[in-house]
């Protein structure tokens, strides 16, 4: 059986103290049993530090962004090769909070995500619906076409991403999709990629939104959620800890 994936996303929230204590904490909580496979998304002023408080540990690196350029003329960018000289295995690419405040397209996301395979990074793609969309009954409709960007981008590349479902009014809201909601999209995304790729079924389909220690073993139970990716409880090792417990 695939292992499932669990991912912090810490946004803007961190000091070189307070992640020093955090990854200290939840690596001396982890001992040696990891029944999953575990990845921190920190800020990218924080790559190097958290780079060598992982080195030889079950936790991997993963930063928030990536750029859809490769080298040159382009400001406050950060780019694939950049972030796998600091030993970086995943990029999250298209996180709502990019797609609101930062623009990014659909077009944009799929991009990134070819930036991201194209030097050996695993990109956490993001999808989801806002509640206007979802209350206008477009959640499939939505989540499959910023998906289906990604698909047509990357070819049969495809089969090497991670797909996380992130409904926007659960992200930081502390409403969660029930078990049953997020399923229901996690069943529609592994059908398009079935459709996309004979390889689907190893395409990890992480859940996001407001995941925490009470709720991740019911979502983490339902047959197409795959892990999580973890906001808010990712800065917090015991909470951290206990999900990572319940994908056991
Ligand atoms: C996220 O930002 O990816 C996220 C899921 O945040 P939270 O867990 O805080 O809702």
Same mark, same amino acid.
């Given at each position: ?13 961190? %000091?070189?103290?307070?992640? +020093?204590?955090?990854?200290? !904490? #939840? ?29 030889? *540990?079950?936790?991997?690196?993963? %930063?928030? =962004? #990536? %750029? ?27 996180? %709502? ?8 397209? =659909?077009? @944009? ?20 619906? *806002?509640? $206007?969309?979802?209350? &206008?009954?477009?959640? +499939?409709? @939505? ?14 590349? #495809? ?10 009014? $659960? ?15 996690? &069943?529609?995304?592994? &059908? ?8 689907? !079924? ?23 959620? =795959? ?15 206990? #999900?990572?417990? $319940? *994908?056991?």
């Amino acid at each position: 059986m695939m292992k499932k994936l669990i991912a912090g996303n810490w946004k803007m929230n961190g %000091s070189l103290a307070a992640n +020093d204590k955090l990854l200290k !904490d #939840i690596l001396a909580g982890l001992g040696q049993q990891a029944s999953c496979q575990i990845a921190v998304g920190v800020p990218a002023v924080y790559l190097a530090q958290c780079q060598a408080l992982l080195a030889g *540990t079950k936790i991997d690196l993963a %930063s928030q =962004d #990536i %750029s859809t350029h490769e080298v040159g003329a382009y400001t406050g960018e950060i780019s694939g090769a950049m972030l796998m000289d600091f030993g970086v295995r995943y990029a999250i690419v298209g996180h %709502s909070e990019r797609r609101q405040y930062h623009g990014e397209t =659909d077009e @944009v996301v799929a991009l990134k995500a070819q930036r991201a395979l194209g030097c050996g990074i695993t990109p956490i793609v993001c999808v989801g619906e *806002t509640l $206007a969309e979802r209350e &206008a009954g477009q959640t +499939d409709e @939505v989540v499959k076409r910023q998906l289906a960007a990604v698909i047509h981008a990357n070819g049969h590349c #495809i089969s090497e991403v991670v797909v996380a479902y992130e409904p926007v009014w $659960a992200i930081g809201t502390g409403k969660t999709a029930t078990p049953e909601m997020a399923q229901q999209v996690h &069943a529609v995304l592994r &059908a398009q990629l079935k459709a996309a790729s004979e390889h689907a !079924d190893r395409i990890k389909l992480l859940y996001g939104g407001s995941m925490n220690a009470a709720n991740a073993a019911s979502l983490l139970a339902q047959p197409d959620i =795959d892990g999580g990716l973890i906001g808010g409880a990712a800065l917090k090792a015991q909470d951290f800890l206990t #999900i990572i417990a $319940a *994908t056991a």
